[in-house]
Each structure stands twice: as structure tokens, then as C-alpha cells.
């Protein structure tokens, strides 16, 4: 199993990003994918997830109404759209897979990507 993870860059406070993540080696509609980020000097923390077919979302409180995720099964791709990006958004995000009676925690993950880094500048 292998997840690529792209899209991170340097944007200012109020800009846009849109991460992606191909996986290979398993098929994106039979698990969750999820995003995870890292602040520099802190723990790695959830971003966001959605289901096996796509229909089901949630997300943490510190990104909702800002951040979006989506899939495309047919591509074994998930994305995270990002708006409104702030300083504190700022971190490697990860890309990672979970069973479908897996929760939110680092350690339900099973499969990880490399991650991509986001800097916002103020």
C-alpha cells in the first residue's frame, strides 16, 4: 500500500490550497481516508474524513466551514480543499487509510503517506 500525498505550498493568510492523495495498492471505496496535520513542535492532529463511498464527512472543529474533503474512487484519490488558510493552519499534512470500524486516532490508521507541507504566512 502507498499513498501520495501532494499540493502543499506557501500561501498567505485567506488563500486557498488543494491537497491530493493517490493510493495505491488497495481501493479507496472500501475504507476511510482521512487528513491529518502537524504544527511544527506539536502532535499530529485530525483533519478530516470521509467514507468508503464519499457521502460522509466530518471534521475538526478548528477546520469546519473552511476545509472540504472529497474522493474520486474511480482514481483512488482523496483531496482536501483548503480556504480561508490562517498561520495556525500551517503544518505536514498526511494523507492516511482506515478500516470501516476504525475511528479518528493515529492508531486506527493503518496506512500513511509522506506527508506535504502547508506554511500560511500572516
Known amino acids: 500500500v502507498q499513498l501520495q500525498a501532494s499540493g502543499g505550498g506557501l500561501v498567505q493568510a485567506g488563500g486557498s490550497l488543494r491537497l491530493s492523495c493517490v493510493g495505491s495498492?488497495?481501493?479507496?471505496?472500501?475504507?476511510?481516508e482521512l487528513w491529518f496535520r502537524q504544527p511544527p513542535g506539536k502532535e499530529r492532529e485530525f483533519v478530516a474524513r470521509i467514507d468508503w463511498i464519499g457521502t460522509r464527512t466530518d471534521y475538526a472543529d478548528s477546520v469546519k466551514g473552511r476545509f472540504a474533503i472529497s474522493k474520486n474512487n474511480a482514481e483512488n484519490t482523496v483531496y482536501l480543499q483548503m480556504n480561508d488558510l490562517q498561520p495556525e493552519d500551517t503544518g505536514v499534512y498526511y494523507c492516511?487509510?482506515?478500516?470501516?470500524?476504525?475511528?479518528?486516532?493515529?492508531?486506527?490508521?493503518?496506512?500513511w503517506g509522506q506527508g506535504t507541507e502547508v506554511t500560511v504566512s500572516s
Open positions: 492516511a487509510v482506515a478500516g470501516r470500524a476504525a475511528g479518528r486516532s493515529i492508531g486506527d490508521m493503518f496506512s
Open positions: 495498492g488497495l481501493a479507496f471505496r472500501n475504507y476511510y
